[in-house]
């Protein structure tokens, strides 16, 4: 069976009646940004303009997971926290 794991950061929380959903964010591993030069937009600004869209396009897209209300007073979770999420993948027969 396949576990994964990923590193969020909260981003905020959305009350949804009994249950309080958890918005996450992908937190950046540590690494030397690359900065898009003139001449990689003048030679490729098409591409350069797709992958911007990409990037925005992505950050639109909310990772969440629900917790019951007991639960997210328990832990008392807070925005800009860092949290691991465990993925593994249920075998239904």
Known sequence: ???EKRRYKIKGFRDDGSKIRVLLEPA???QQSKKIGFM???KNPMGI???MM???M???INDS???TREEY???KYMVGELVTVTIERENIN
């Open 28 to 30: 950046e591993i540590v």
């Open 58 to 60: 992505h950050k639109m």
């Open 1 to 3: 069976m396949k576990v």
């Open 40 to 42: 990689e937009i003048t």
């Open 54 to 56: 990409n990037q925005q």
């Open 65 to 67: 997971f629900s917790i």
């Open 49 to 51: 303009a797709n992958q």
């Open 73 to 75: 007073q328990k832990n």
